[in-house]
């Protein structure tokens, strides 16, 4: 029986790439989910090009879940827009997270909300060391703080996404056929998967005060590569590199975004990625697979060049 947690939520991070895709799915939900608040900075004028698109995407997402009936509620009043909720989730980013949660968290307490679910979605850091952890030790830190808090909480954790894993920030390039650390064991789960998952774990007893480790499959990289051979008719390097190796790229390196994929490599090349799941009937979710992810990966690719990948004769 589902228990009745979860009855109106409040999402903080939205717009972002893991936000939208969970937003829509508890708005498709409104028999387990009444109300759905949307909590969203108050705009500010953009100053650059990428700010300009970034507005106008964010506008637009809001517009639709508005459309959706969704609440778009502003930061001025987190403990107003906060009274009533029965579970906060976040989806904000790892920049700034510890400090930002921990505001979000302190409203949460004097609002009386009853669980809050913070932005993890990723390795179980509980297995990781600080040491090791490098930029994800804001993530370390805020769960420490939300089991001290006295708050229902939930920690998901999911290995590695395959939208983000899969690309060459993370040493994965099909485009050059070059992958980094093939022998790599790694636990994977997608974003549609994630996002069906989520709304029916919520609702179950066992989320409640508890560490959920959730993914679509385990494998390592070799048997991915192989994958992506099979399906783009291409070969491709495979560079066996330690944890230490990807770390010494590092001062040589001046790309924010490939900086963070590099400290991420880094953890993942240690076997932080491999997850133990223990949520084995998924909340009766069907489980996404990586081949059938990376087949309909390549056949965006072939519609949007309008070509059929070679084979080998």
């Known amino acids: 029986e589902m228990a009745e947690e979860g009855r109106v939520i409040a999402i903080v991070g939205a717009t972002g790439t893991i936000g939208v895709q969970m937003t829509r799915s508890f708005l498709l939900d409104r028999l387990h989910f009444k109300e759905v608040r949307i909590i969203s900075r108050s705009p500010t004028e953009p100053k650059t090009r990428r700010e300009l698109d970034r507005s106008e995407f964010r506008r637009k997402i809001l517009e639709d879940f508005e459309a959706m009936e969704a609440k778009i509620l502003s930061t001025d009043d987190l403990v107003r827009d906060l009274t009533g909720v029965d579970v906060l989730f976040s989806f904000l980013p790892d920049e700034g997270l510890f400090d930002q949660q921990m505001i979000l968290l302190k409203a949460a307490l004097e609002a009386k909300v009853k669980r809050f679910v913070p932005s993890e979605y990723g ?76 709304p029916k774990l919520i609702l179950d007893p066992r989320s409640k005060n508890a560490r959920i480790n959730f993914c679509c499959e385990k494998l390592d990289y070799n048997q991915v590569v192989n994958l992506y051979q099979e399906y783009s008719g291409y070969m491709f390097d495979r560079n066996d590199v330690t944890s230490q190796d990807i770390l010494d790229r590092l001062p040589y390196e001046r790309d924010p975004l490939k900086i963070k994929g590099l400290k991420m490599l880094s953890i993942v090349a240690k076997g932080y990625a491999v997850i133990e799941d223990n949520i084995e009937d998924g909340c009766g979710i069907k489980r996404r697979k990586a081949r059938e992810f990376v087949s309909s990966l390549y056949q965006r690719r072939n519609e949007r060049f309008n070509f059929a990948p070679e084979q080998e004769a």
Do not use: C, H, N
């Open 123 to 198: 390795m179980d850091l509980s297995q990781v060391s600080s040491e090791d952890a490098l930029f994800l030790s804001e993530k370390q830190r805020f769960a420490e703080e939300l089991q001290k808090s006295g708050i229902e909480w939930t920690i998901i954790s999911v290995g590695l996404l395959m939208d983000a894993a899969f690309l060459p920030w993370m040493g994965f390039d099909y485009e050059r056929q070059t992958v980094l650390s093939p022998q790599v064991q790694v636990s994977v789960t997608d974003l549609t998967t994630l996002s069906r998952f989520i």
